[in-house]
């Protein structure tokens, strides 16, 4: 089972890698659409990069309580614990 220290450890890493953003940005209380300046096309490439690094679906709607990378972080942690006990 994946740590969540180990999950947020790989979000950076594909944070970085898709939108080029600068990792000292990524700050855990940071707003994660303005730091990756997300536009809607954007949340598609980063719904397809979660699943395929991940392996869970993502539906639009879990993005409403997405505001910063904390909470992305607890959503994937969240995500992977259920479909790893399921």
Do not use: W
């Not at 730091?35 to 639009?60: A, P």
């Amino acid at each position: 089972m994946m740590t969540k220290e180990e999950i947020k450890s790989k979000v950076n890493e594909f944070l970085v890698d898709e939108f080029e953003v600068d990792i000292n940005k990524i700050q855990p209380d940071a707003n994660m659409r303005e730091t990756l300046d997300l536009d809607s096309l954007d949340y598609v490439d980063l719904v397809v990069v979660i699943e395929s690094n991940f392996g869970f679906k993502v539906v639009g709607e879990d993005f409403i309580n997405i505001h910063t990378f904390e909470n992305f972080y607890d959503y994937c942690y969240q995500k992977v614990s259920q479909k790893e006990t399921a």
